[in-house]
């Protein structure tokens, strides 16, 4: 077997409670975006574009969805002698008796496996976001610098810090990085506009002790408990800038606008451009035929891939594979996950719906109340005719018949 | 081994089907991209997966490199394990230095030894030609039910076509009575599909008796239906021959109309999508604020800015900002310029047409094309793979450009009705 250079590990068990019920029953990696793919498939992208062929992801809440996806890794060539993607879920011992207690206890349950493939880095990264990076250029600058740790940062509103783990990082290097001065895990106030991408390149040995070190601490999280301490021991922690899209995705407003950025003349997210795969026997996406627009089908600014049938209109929307939009039908703003099926004279505006929803005729989704605000609608629901629900109302999934009522208030939540 | 399963398949996919003039300069017929996605072969092929069957031949002979490349491991079809497998049987030298297959017997005859070795009751011969969609597993239990030697696939065709196929005459029990080859007067409308199931015992001693019986239809047919128990089974579903331009656009545009009764998607087609070796997966289709569409299949990785109505496109094909496309077929990665128009024709792979071209102009449908007046007299075009149509360039009716042709080697005066260019320059 090669020497494996760098073992990448993939954060993947969250579930994200501000997401709902588009995490009812998937952890928020295996969430679909894109029109046919999900959340982690950009991290995976990722490492296959950066030459990373060791992976490994921890997972832990709803792991179905996640292993179904991941398959045998072959959907990103990671399936071969010296190549390969292994699923770590959590497990009992006899000194182990409980779930991942926090990221870095996931890590630290696992080094037997990071320990066997003896890497020269170890990359951390979350399963969670939407971005493009070559993470091979952030090794080489770690390397460069014989960093500890790397850490990748991109610049945000100062408004939005308390929402991450922030830093102020030196101009040692210009725009690629330079040390980590200060650093604050989600600080009450403005102290700094670098925001932690989660993703971390360490030095082996370094990693080993300071997870050991955490062992005896309440708490085992990266952000809030690794990094604070590598900076009191002043160990050396570099920043790498990165410049490009980030999608963060934590809210339901944030993944629907994530959406909205693929749209456009000139995209935000170039997803035809960023090198992107997914696992094509996921959902037997590779058996859809193409997409049929019909005689009365009008389709602009979107993204529709194969196995949907268009006879009404869509506008500004992301339609993945199985998604049937009847005649006189108006789907505006909206993402359809999976196998939506759409009867006649409907409205449909910024919803986003998860997988195997069925809804009859002259429903209105996303009708009057506060502007703007995003329906969710759980997956596996027969939204009867004539039904109008809210706009901000969320639908909870697999809503029996007796439970749906003919009007649903906007903001209401019906479960 | 007495289960239908283990019925050994073999698929004749050597055959140059000339009739589809330029799609196969590069490619055997069963290897011609269809609807979008898929190719001529993945029908037959995913039957038979979906037959549950397991173990194929498929016998090459005419320009097979892209059928081996899509055919691959065979895994798209589910056909690699231990009991599983998909073989490809190329012709191979024998006594002589030239052993070319002299038609479908005898290419079966020559692979005798791939017969032996894969033990079975049944062997069943089918061709990688046709659209259709047909559970073998049933007409092997019908075979064995009717105690066959041999048992024909047959079905309903109009009368004006059956000169085009092996017809035959059958009684009350199905039992194939009376045959012919390519009729010129009909005298039945029931045609034979090319599908045949064969005790296999009863196959193996049928090759041996004559080596100058080289073809099925001609040959073995006749002399079987006069010794032996042959019958008929009948088919009522959607069987096409897309073996000429006409049907093979007509088969196409069937996909549009959902009272046609071809449906892949519900048939469960399969097709391999790693064979174009992407390194990346296709994007969703992309459709712009301008886009307008009107009855027509797109496929992912498509970008659509302009027009597309009554049209097949497969994917990475880029239709640009008042371009339009009518009743056409394009293949992956073409590209439709600015203004530029393609109206009944078929595109094969990664045809440029730059701004302002019209392909497809003017109203001599009627005017054959002159180098082959048996292939394009209906009014499409063909223009083949990699061809780019230089700007302003106006090409007629029942044209045909060969592949690679470049930009600088079109006329200035564009191509007239029935007018076919080579790749020199030479216009006939």
Request: hydrophobic share 40%; aromatic share 10%; net charge negative.
């Amino acid at each position: 077997m090669l020497k494996t250079t760098t073992l990448a590990m993939i954060l993947a068990g969250g579930r994200v409670d501000e997401l709902d019920v588009l995490t009812y029953g998937r952890p928020k990696s295996a969430l679909p975006f894109g029109g046919v793919g999900r959340v982690i498939d950009f991290p995976l992208s990722n490492l296959m574009n950066s030459g990373i062929e060791q992976v490994a992801i921890l997972s832990q809440y709803h792991s179905y969805s996640l292993i179904n996806h991941i398959g045998t890794g072959a959907a990103w060539d990671m399936l071969g002698r010296n190549r390969g993607i292994s699923i770590l879920p959590p497990y009992i011992g006899s000194t182990v008796k409980e779930w991942y207690r926090g990221s870095a206890d996931a890590v630290h349950k696992n080094l037997d496996f990071v320990q066997f493939h003896d890497p020269e880095y170890i990359l951390i990264l979350s399963g969670d976001h939407i971005y493009h990076m070559d993470y091979d250029d952030m090794i080489t600058y770690h390397a460069q610098r014989d960093a500890d740790l790397t850490m990748a940062f991109i610049r945000i509103e100062p408004s939005e810090a308390y929402r991450f783990g922030v830093a102020n990082i030196s101009d040692e290097d210009g725009p690629r990085g330079g040390r980590v001065l200060d650093y604050w895990e989600k600080p009450r106030e403005q102290q700094a506009d670098w925001a932690s991408l989660t993703v971390y390149c360490f030095k082996p040995e370094v990693l080993y002790r300071m997870l050991a070190l955490n062992q005896q601490q309440e708490s085992f999280e990266f952000g809030r408990d690794i990094i604070p301490v590598m900076m009191n021991a002043g160990l050396k922690v570099y920043g790498y800038k990165f410049c490009g899209y980030w999608g963060y995705t934590r809210t339901v407003d944030e993944y629907w606008q994530s959406n909205m950025d693929l749209l456009g003349d000139k995209p935000l997210i170039d997803i035809d451009n960023w090198g992107f795969r997914t696992n094509l026997d996921q959902r037997g996406i590779r058996d859809f035929q193409p997409t049929i627009v019909g005689d009365y089908g009008t389709v602009s600014n979107s993204l529709i891939y194969n196995g949907c049938r268009i006879e009404g209109t869509v506008r500004n929307s992301v339609l993945f594979p199985g998604v049937e939009i009847g005649r006189n039908t108006l789907v505006e703003d909206s993402v359809l996950f999976f196998n939506n099926v759409v009867g006649h004279n409907c409205t449909l505006k910024k919803v986003v719906a998860d997988v195997n929803n069925f809804y009859g005729d002259h429903v209105r989704i996303g009708e009057g109340g506060a502007a703007g605000k995003v329906t969710v609608v759980g997956w596996n629901n027969d939204v009867p005719d004539q039904t109008t629900v809210g706009a901000g109302a969320t639908i909870w999934p697999e809503l029996t018949e007796s439970s749906w009522k003919k009007q649903v208030a906007a903001g209401e939540v019906l479960r | 081994m007495n289960s239908t399963k283990n019925t050994l398949v073999l698929l004749l996919a050597g055959g140059v089907g000339s009739r589809l003039n330029i799609l196969v300069q590069h490619r055997a017929k069963p290897a011609v991209p269809f609807g979008g996605l898929y190719r001529i072969i993945d029908f037959s092929l995913s039957n038979v997966t979906n037959s549950r069957l397991q173990k194929v031949g498929v016998l090459t002979q005419y320009k097979p490199l892209s059928l081996m490349n899509h055919l691959g491991s065979g895994e798209a079809w589910d056909l690699t394990g231990r009991t599983r497998g998909v073989k490809i049987l190329p012709p191979r030298t024998g006594a002589r230095d030239s052993d070319w297959y002299k038609g479908t017997a005898d290419a079966v005859r020559r692979n005798i030894d791939f017969i032996e070795a894969n033990p079975s009751k049944e062997v069943l011969i089918l061709s990688g030609d046709h659209i259709y969609h047909m559970d073998f597993e049933v007409m092997v239990e019908y075979h064995r039910a009717k105690k066959a030697d041999l048992t024909v696939a047959m079905m309903v065709v109009p009368k004006s076509q059956i000169h085009h196929y092996g017809a035959g005459t059958i009684d009350e029990k199905n039992r194939i009575i009376d045959w012919e080859e390519k009729p010129k007067v009909a005298r039945t409308n029931l045609a034979s599909m090319g599908i045949y199931v064969f005790d296999r015992d009863y196959l193996l001693k049928s090759l041996s008796r004559n080596k100058e019986e080289v073809d099925f239809g001609m040959h073995l047919l006749p002399w079987a239906i006069e010794n032996d128990n042959v019958f008929a089974y009948p088919f009522y579903g959607y069987w096409r021959d897309v073996g000429t331009i006409q049907a093979y656009w007509q088969a196409n545009m069937d996909l549009l109309n959902p009272d046609s009764g071809l449906l892949p998607e519900q048939w469960r087609i399969i097709t391999n999508v790693e064979s174009s070796h992407r390194i990346y997966d296709w994007p969703p289709a992309r459709y712009g604020y301008k886009a307008e569409l009107h009855k027509s299949m797109i496929s992912a990785g498509c970008k659509i800015e302009g027009t597309v109505v009554n049209s097949i496109l497969a994917p990475g094909v880029v239709v640009e900002k008042g371009a339009q496309v009518r009743d056409s077929i394009l293949f992956e990665g073409c590209r439709v310029e600015q203004e530029a128009v393609v109206d009944l024709s078929i595109l094969d792979k990664h045809v440029e047409v730059s701004a302002r071209a019209m392909v497809g102009h003017g109203d001599g449908h009627k005017v054959a094309s002159r180098s082959a007046p048996n292939h394009l007299f209906t009014g499409i075009n063909v223009i083949g793979k990699r061809v780019t149509v230089p700007e302003g360039m106006h090409i007629g009716r029942n044209c045909s450009v060969h592949g690679y042709t470049a930009g600088d080697n079109f006329p200035g005066n564009g191509l007239s009705d029935g007018a076919t260019l080579e790749p020199d320059g030479t216009v006939s």
